[in-house]
């Protein structure tokens, strides 16, 4: 049985589900802790970490 190219693996799929989570929790949290720091070069280095991270959690979703 040959599957197509643009076809994933079960675990393919799996491994996928698992970044977007681990992704979508770093950018979350990321976001929060820059709302609460008064330090603001933390808070800019935070939101450039949520960023980073929304931008990996798209990729990977395009890839679904």
Excluded: P
């Excluded at 929060?32 to 939101?47: D, P």
């Amino acid at each position: 049985m040959s599957e197509s190219k643009n076809m994933l693996t079960t675990k393919e799929l799996t491994l996928l589900k698992d970044l977007l989570l681990l992704e979508e929790a770093v950018c979350k949290k990321a976001r929060l802790y820059s709302t609460i720091t008064m330090n603001v070069k933390l808070k800019g280095e935070l939101e450039n970490l949520s960023k980073k991270h929304e931008q990996r959690f798209l990729y990977l979703f395009s890839l679904l």
